[in-house]
């Protein structure tokens, strides 16, 4: 990258993202291909108790959720716009019979095999417990074996995402209540599955209660530190939000104290924030790249880095900085500027986190991560991409940081569907760009 004709540096943060991408896919010429959301969606057991913690009813989640399914709602729409071939909408939890939301038509096939400008809408229904999670105030949010099965209703998902599998019929559900993937199959990947890109969302009033509640658990921050307005609660609201994560935090300090991050998802998270962690899991392990969205997605990726640091943090990026008054907090855990709490990361399954080296420069020349993507007079070409890629990797020990801040907070994965293009022109800079060696000598 410091090769390029252009000065070092010059395109920001776009300069480790094409990093990143090249790294994740062991080339110097990274393409971002198929894009995929995957919304979930469930209810929270703490609305039923403290209805006032939303400025919305429990009741209008269903709602929510058959309108991403009918390809109405701004994360949909926003799909269509930015070039996402599959919407995945899981119900892990809704307080509703949701089987009646059906998805639109799948776009026509062209003739040269590629589909029409739109996005194909699947339906998943996989529900957990029904009613959604339990009030977090009497004790755990979930059972260790309903945290377990969300997250691996996420990691399915990202299974139909990284195939390209909608289902069958109308774009309809490939995954069924209590069931696995109905077309997953023990067959190979695609041949394109590296260049594929995950985006998570969820749908769910009274989650970003769950999220404040977890933030707090897992980076050890006061409730007033992470509580926000949400759905635009009015001063009574927040401080009765603020009452009832304090109250959460207290009625399960004994699992908190020594269950990890898995354990602080069970007791205070909720089963779209387990199914979001689990996905970001799965495609750690793929090593796919998988892009959070704002305050809650980024929570339930903080777990998942939590529970998995070094490869959540290679594959992991952070859309944007929501507006949600603990979206800075969140975003400094998830980048490692702030340490996690000291019960979190006595536990963590992958061995202390990373250390973060700050940017160097020597003599004007970058000589951080994507230094050697320049290559050197004595390296060959294959010489240089191994050495471009091994820096890529080595500088990947924490997720991306955030690139957009644009007063989001409407929650569905719509920050993350905005990040496409970006990372779609990371990908082709690097890819594309003519160096500056190759420019003089034209």
Do not use: Y
């Not at 699947?122 to 997250?151: C, F, W, Y």
């Not at 995402?161 to 067959?187: H, S």
């Amino acid at each position: 990258m410091a090769g390029k004709a252009k000065p070092v540096g010059s395109l920001g943060v776009m300069e480790a993202m094409a990093c990143r991408l090249a790294a994740l896919q062991g080339t110097l010429e990274p393409r971002i291909g198929r894009a995929s959301l995957l919304v979930f969606g469930a209810d929270h057991g703490i609305t039923a108790a403290r209805p006032q913690i939303s400025a919305f009813p429990r009741a209008v989640s269903a709602p929510v959720f058959r309108a991403v399914a009918r390809g109405q709602a701004a994360s949909a729409v926003l799909c269509a716009a930015n070039g996402v071939s599959l919407l995945v909408a899981v119900d892990v939890g809704l307080d509703a019979d949701v089987t009646d939301a059906c998805p639109p038509p799948p776009p026509p096939v062209l003739t040269a095999g590629r589909e029409a400008d739109s996005t194909r809408i699947s339906v998943v229904h996989r529900k957990i417990r029904p009613g959604g999670s339990r009030n977090m105030l009497e004790g755990p949010a979930m059972t260790e074996q309903e945290v377990a099965d969300a997250m691996a209703a996420g990691s399915d998902a990202v299974q139909m995402a990284v195939r390209g599998t909608a289902g069958p019929g109308a774009g309809g559900g490939a995954l069924a209540d209590g069931g696995g993937p109905a077309d997953r199959g023990p067959g190979p990947l695609p041949d394109d599955w590296r260049q594929c890109v995950v985006c998570i969302g969820e749908v769910g009033i009274g989650n970003t209660t769950a999220a404040a509640a977890l933030v707090a658990a897992l980076s050890g921050a006061a409730p007033e530190d992470v509580c926000g307005r949400g759905t635009g609660v009015d001063d009574t609201g927040l401080a009765a939000k603020r009452e009832a994560v304090s109250a959460a935090l207290a009625a399960n300090a004994e699992l908190l104290r020594g269950g990890g991050a898995l354990g602080a998802l069970r007791a205070v998270g909720g089963l779209e924030l387990a199914a979001m962690a689990g996905a970001v899991v799965a495609c750690a392990e793929l090593g796919v790249p998988v892009v959070a969205d704002g305050f809650i997605s980024g929570a339930a990726a903080l777990a998942a880095l939590a529970h998995q640091p070094g490869p959540v943090g290679r594959c992991l990026f952070l859309s944007h900085r929501s507006a949600e008054r603990g979206a800075a907090l969140l975003l400094a855990a998830l980048t490692g500027a702030v340490p996690l709490a000291p019960h979190i990361r006595d536990c963590q399954a992958a061995g202390p986190q990373p250390e973060r080296p700050p940017p160097q420069r020597d003599g004007g020349r970058e000589s951080g991560p994507c230094a050697a993507a320049a290559g050197s007079p004595d390296q060959g070409p294959a010489e240089t991409e191994a050495a471009g890629v091994a820096a890529g990797a080595a500088a990947a020990a924490w997720p991306s940081p955030a690139v957009l801040d644009m007063g989001l907070r409407l929650g569905e994965g719509t920050g993350a569907v905005l990040v496409l293009p970006l990372l779609r022109s990371a990908a082709a800079i690097l890819g594309r760009m003519a160096s500056l060696e190759e420019v003089l000598a034209a």
